[in-house]
Structures are given as C-alpha cells and as structure tokens.
C-alpha cells in the first residue's frame, strides 16, 4: 500500500504555522525594527504584558485550530462508521467509501483497506453461491441419475423372487427390496432437501388451521399404519384449534416425514400416538419404538429430518425430540 502523508505530521506542521511563527515573526520585527501603534513605542510595553499577549494568542489558537481538526477528523471517522453500521443493520455489504487518493493519510488508508475488505468478502459471497448452485445441480442430477439402475435392480430382483430359490435367498432378496427402497428414499428426502435451500419450492406463509391439517395429514397416513399393524392413538380436537403462520405445504411435509420415521424406524412398537395440544399450541407425536439412539435411525432419518429442520425454522418453529429406549416423543411448536 501506498504510504502517504501522515496526518499526524500535518497536525503539527499546522500548529506550529499558526502557533510558534507569527508570536516569533512580531518579537523579531519588534526587535530589529523599532515602530509604534497609536504613538505609543512597543519597546515601552512591560514584558509580563507582551508574554500574557504571546501566551493568550497560543492558547486560543491552539485551541480552534485543535478544535477544527478534531472536527473534521470525527465526520471522517462518523461517515466511516455510518456505512459500517448501516451494512450491520440491514443485513448487507456496504458500500466501498470514498478515498483521496492524493492525499492517503491515516483515514484515506484505512478506507482503502476497508474498500479492500469489502471486495474480498463480494468475491468470496459470490463464489459461495456459485459452489452451491453447482453443488445443488450435482445433487439433483445425481438423484435422478441413480433412479434408473435401482428401477432395473428392482425388476431383477422381482424376476429372481419368481424362480426357484432357497429360503435363504428369497430372505436376501428381500432384504435387498428393502435396501433399494430405502436408497430411493433418502435419494428422495436428499432431492427435496436441494429443492428447498436453493429456493426452487419457496415458503408461502398463510393463517393455517392446524388441528384442520393434522386431521388430513392423520386421514391421509391411517391406510400405511393400518398396513403396518400400528395402533392409532389420535387426540384430534374438533371443535378447538389454534393458527399459525405458516405454509401448510410445507407443515404437511414435515408431518409425512415424522410419519415417515416412525414407520421406518418405530414400527416395532405397533403404536402411535398422535395429539393437537391446543392450549400450548403444539402438535405431539409419540411412539413406542426403540428410540433414535439405535443405528437404524440414526442411518436413515438424517437427511428427511434435516429438510423437515429447515422448514420448521423458516415457519418460525421449532422440533423437539425426547427419546429413550422406550419412544420417541416430538413436540412441535412456536420457536
């Protein structure tokens, strides 16, 4: 960086302009050259009046000249600081400040390396958002390249249920059914989570009528739990409810995911129980599963549950696990 003019140095060569020369310049002149004001001769003036006059003129000039300084070097710093502020409260890079490149004093250089700052952080922001929209597109194309071959798989696998196998080998395949189903699955939950944080399924917050929507969510999934053998405890109230603001499409994705889950994971407890807590204003699931400690949860919930996250935080909500090795109770409601 270009080292300018130092604006210190320029304080001082300015007060010693102002200060020092004229008081030296009167006292030489006075002192060579012999004149009077108002017929009155200066050598004739008491020394203790010439030095409170010299001593008074420093003072006071010290003083505004001190004064004007200070003045225009607080603006300077304040409009400074009113950019940085300003990019504070709204959220936003400021704006790059002005700079005199001739001059290039101590502020001029800061400004400048604020300028500096400012652009590193743009070039950064924007490379961000390139490497996730890249990373965005990898995913999606990804999720939908793989459907082919787990279709294929899946017919392959059908044909050989067909043919005369072992009990063994029916159990592998089986298991294999199940595997490729669950790859869908998270191939799914993964394309639906890029689908919400690159803004391609944007947020539309409306007054939704929650007990209204759990009842549909409930109406929608009791054919599944049937299937399942899983017992349906529903306290669904029909004449209380309570609104939020939020997207009711997207607030029925995060019950079909929790419902999800507890299929895949808690259906060993044949039990769910499923509550519209209206005076706390919560939606209460709960089950009898094994808990979310175990390595099949854990496996298989992250990338639904991460998308169901994301969504409850932009509807200003919020999940709430407990789990043991007896459940899993989830409370959603207000964040």
Not at 59 to 85: C, D, G, N, P
Not at 262 to 280: F, L, Q, T
Not at 283 to 299: F, Q, R, V
Request: glycine letters at 4%.
């Amino acid at each position: 960086m270009k080292q300018g003019r130092s604006l210190f140095r320029r304080y001082l060569k300015v007060h010693f302009l102002f200060i020092f020369f004229p008081p030296l310049i009167m006292l030489l002149f006075s002192a060579f050259v012999g004149f009077t004001v108002n017929e009155v001769n200066l050598d004739t003036i008491n020394p203790f009046f010439v030095t409170l006059f010299l001593f008074s003129f420093i003072m006071v000039a010290f003083v505004i000249i001190s004064w004007l300084f200070f003045l225009r070097l607080r603006k300077r710093l304040i409009s400074l600081q009113e950019v940085m502020t300003f990019s504070a409260d709204h959220n936003t890079f400021p704006e790059p400040v002005p700079v005199h490149s001739d001059r290039m004093d101590e502020i001029d250089q800061l400004g400048l390396s604020f300028n500096w700052m400012i652009q590193q952080l743009e070039d950064s922001r924007k490379r961000e958002y390139e490497e996730e929209l890249l990373r965005h597109q990898l995913i999606a194309n990804l999720s939908h390249d793989l459907r082919t071959p787990l279709t294929i798989l899946r017919g392959h696998i059908n044909r050989l249920h067909k043919e005369s196998i072992c009990p063994e080998g029916q159990d592998s395949l089986t298991e294999m059914d199940h595997t490729i189903t669950r790859t869908g699955d998270l191939m799914e939950d993964l394309f639906s989570y890029t689908l919400l944080t690159s803004g391609k399924d944007p947020f539309v917050p409306v007054s939704t009528d929650i007990a209204r929507l759990v009842r549909a969510a409930v109406a929608a999934w009791y054919p599944v739990f049937e299937e399942q053998d899983i017992q349906i405890d529903a306290e669904l109230p029909a004449d209380h409810t309570f609104y939020w603001d939020a997207d009711p499409k997207w607030l029925t994705r995060v019950l079909d995911n929790l419902f999800q889950n507890i299929i895949r994971h808690a259906a060993e407890g044949k039990y769910v129980n499923i509550v519209v807590d209206v005076e706390n204003e919560q939606i209460i699931l709960a089950d009898k599963g094994p808990g979310m400690d175990n390595s099949s949860y854990e496996g298989g919930a992250g990338i639904g549950l991460s998308a169901a996250h994301y969504m409850l935080q932009k509807m200003k909500l919020k999940a709430d696990f407990t789990s043991d090795t007896i459940g899993t109770r989830v409370a959603v409601g207000r964040a």
